[in-house]
């Protein structure tokens, strides 16, 4: 389940899903709420990236490789 709303994951990961936290790179704005930026769920939370289509491409080359 891919998201940027940390508290939007814990449904989610208490369901079994794998959690990805979506976060704006550094020279990015972020247009979330302020309440909607705190990460006060990090168990729910199994990989955080600023980088999506990079961490589908680490993803798919692991997945690849059989790790």
């Known amino acids: 389940m891919f998201e940027d709303i940390a508290k939007n994951l814990t449904v989610p990961s208490a369901l ?3 959690t990805v936290l ?3 790179r ?3 704005a972020d ?3 302020a309440h909607d930026r705190i990460v ?7 990989f955080v990236t600023n ?5 589908l491409v680490s993803v ?3 997945r690849r490789a059989g790790g």
């Open 22 to 24: 979506v976060v704006p």
């Open 40 to 46: 006060d769920d990090a168990p729910a939370i199994d």
């Open 31 to 33: 247009f979330r709420e």
């Open 16 to 18: 079994g899903m794998t």
């Open 51 to 55: 980088d999506l289509s990079g961490f």
């Open 60 to 62: 798919n080359a692991q």
């Open 26 to 28: 550094l020279d990015q």
